[in-house]
């Protein structure tokens, strides 16, 4: 069967897919990729329904896979000079990469593991592990292109653009629809207040508010994210494709100003309810497609060959042949997909966060976050003057928590400056004010949390013994109006607030990457760990009860806020 009609037949037969190979290698092996990333993959999903530019985000592995198909059947050089041992030991070292994201990060950061979505970094270093230990480094220089695309998988890049571009482009679509608005003298008034706000002055009566969503930065986003790959697989030069990118891009942001002009005309001459409710779902994605399907028809006027499709199911002939140990590298690949694929149920305890924005509970003062807790009296008793430590836009508060038998003191501090949250550290404080600290672990508070558990004394003089104070503390990203804010939360209590009878937490929480981080902390730490002085062990037990309470209080908190 020649070249040709052997495409044809993959073609017209989509199970063929499943044979297809490069050098021998059978390609569902880059199954073991979904499979190490299989619950990341599935909140990426969630991306889909979001209106953001991260609906675009989940078709990044398909095109990912596009590339890699693409160039891997461009005829070149073979894989002789790589060999079983140096393949093996660049692949457990990627291997390793991924289960410290994995096993070890989270415990380390807790919701800022979220915050930067760490966990999605395992998909593209773990297929280029797997490239490189199937066809050597010669392979995944072949594939580069691919394997670096596959980047984008990583989400918080793309979050961190919107939030600093969204709002410029916020500003000029609102200019243009006032553009619009007094081009066609519309009954509809731009707010003095804020000209982002189009007030109705006709009969019906409404306001339009232009928002991130209506910015363009999703349909630009988009067409740069599918883009990208035809860019990268078209024939022509490099300057070219970049026309055609930025020409893309800058349609697809146009045609959002379309979809805001026709919805401000549509809204003051149909009525609101027929332009939001009927035209808005669907104008967007229509002048979207029509963007895209321009940009594909005008390809060859930027002098590029978007060449699409063509001998796809025909692979390897740069890849070169089988490598040796082929059968033993597909089981010990398998094995390894099958660790990371355990190691994705370290994430369950982040499933209560967004994943569709930042795991932050937006507030619009920042000790709003500090819960109210059933059973417990919550009282603001005063703010601390800690702008010179942790910047002028830092709020600090002093906030008790009580009840008729105990009470614990919350020493609140939230900053858009996070190096001078881990600069001044409640141990610091401790010594400052002469403490003896005892002990010093890391203790799981659930939801992701892992609190610092800071055991010390304090000298009331000769007459009087010393007193024993615990300092359980956190940090926690919080939205205070449109800003990012870094939250400490310490819970202080010490002997003399403990009830008559003792409190234990309700369920232990055992986990055991935050013991593998305490453990590694302590043999670096100058102090003994928590919980090895049996005089904390009713306190330590009282102030993690309460670290939890509070935990699930805010968890609850932010999903309330959420929805």
Same mark, same amino acid.
């Given at each position: ?262 919805? =401000?005309? &549509? @809204?003051?001459?149909? *009525?609101?309810?027929?332009?939001? +409710?009927?035209?808005? $779902? #669907? /104008? !967007?994605?229509? %002048? ?7 940009? =594909?028809? &005008? @390809?060859?006027?930027? *002098?590029?060959?978007?060449?699409? +499709?063509?001998?796809? $199911? #025909? /692979? !390897?002939?740069? %890849? ?9 590298? &597909? ?15 370290? /994430? ?216």
């Amino acid at each position: 069967m020649n070249l040709q009609s052997t495409e044809r037949a993959a073609w017209t037969r989509p199970w063929q897919v499943l044979r297809w190979s490069a050098c021998g290698v059978p390609l569902w092996v880059f199954l073991f990729v979904p499979a190490a990333g299989w619950y990341s993959l599935l909140q990426l999903g969630t991306f889909a329904a979001s209106d953001t530019p991260l609906a675009f985000v989940i078709l990044v592995p398909i095109l990912a896979g596009y590339i890699f198909v693409h160039d891997g059947r461009a005829p070149a050089a073979s894989r002789e000079q790589s060999d079983l041992f140096f393949d093996g030991v660049v692949f457990i070292a990627l291997f390793v990469v991924c289960t410290a994201l994995l096993f070890f990060m989270p415990a380390r950061l807790s919701w800022y593991y979220w915050l930067l979505r760490l966990d999605l970094l395992v998909i593209p270093v773990f297929a280029t592990a797997l490239v490189v230990f199937f066809w050597g480094l010669g392979g995944a220089g072949v594939v580069r292109w691919a394997l670096l695309y596959l980047l984008l998988v990583w989400s918080f890049p793309l979050i961190w653009l919107h939030q600093a571009i969204a709002p410029a482009l916020v500003d000029l679509t609102a200019g243009f629809g006032a553009l619009v608005v007094q081009g066609l003298s519309l009954p509809i008034a731009v707010s003095a207040s804020d000209p982002t706000r189009f007030v109705s002055t006709g009969p019906e009566r409404f306001t339009i508010v232009i928002s991130d969503t209506c910015s363009g930065m999703n349909a630009l986003i988009g067409f740069l994210l599918i883009g990208l790959p035809l860019a990268i697989t078209a024939s022509g030069r490099t300057h070219n494709k970049l026309a055609w990118l930025m020409a893309g891009a800058l349609a697809a942001f146009f045609s959002n100003l379309l979809r805001v002009g026709i919805l =401000l005309y &549509l @809204a003051a001459t149909d *009525g609101v309810d027929f332009a939001l +409710g009927t035209v808005h $779902p #669907v /104008l !967007g994605t229509v %002048l979207f497609a029509a963007v895209f399907i321009s940009m =594909l028809w &005008l @390809a060859r006027c930027f *002098g590029i060959d978007l060449d699409v +499709g063509r001998h796809m $199911p #025909v /692979l !390897g002939s740069q %890849l070169a042949v089988r490598p040796d140990g082929y059968r033993g590298r &597909l089981c010990v690949a398998g094995l390894a997909a099958l660790v990371l694929a355990a190691g994705q149920t370290t /994430l369950y305890q982040f499933g209560p966060l967004s994943s569709e924005s930042l795991p932050a509970t937006p507030v619009h003062e920042a000790w709003a976050l500090l819960p109210e807790i059933p059973g417990w009296n919550r009282e603001l008793r005063g703010e601390i003057d800690w702008q010179d430590l942790y910047g002028r836009d830092s709020q600090s508060r002093l906030v008790a928590y009580r009840t008729d038998k105990a009470s614990v003191v919350v020493q609140f501090v939230a900053t858009p400056d996070k190096r001078s949250l881990d600069t001044y550290t409640p141990e610091q404080c401790n010594l400052f004010h002469g403490e003896r600290i005892v002990g010093v672990s890391t203790v799981s508070l659930g939801r992701g949390i892992a609190a610092r558990l800071v055991e010390s004394q304090v000298n009331r003089g000769r007459k009087r013994p010393h007193l024993n104070v615990n300092t359980l503390y956190w940090y926690m990203p919080l939205v205070v109006g449109d800003r990012l804010y870094h939250a400490r939360i310490a819970l202080l209590a010490d002997a003399e607030m403990l009830p008559n009878q003792p409190i234990a937490p309700a369920q232990p929480f055992a986990n055991p990457l935050i013991q593998l981080r305490d453990l590694l902390d302590s043999t670096l730490s100058p102090y003994s760990p928590a919980g090895s002085t049996p005089d904390f062990a009713e306190l330590d037990a009282y102030t993690i009860a309460f670290g939890h309470q509070m935990v699930e209080a805010i968890v609850a908190g932010s999903a309330a806020s959420s929805n």
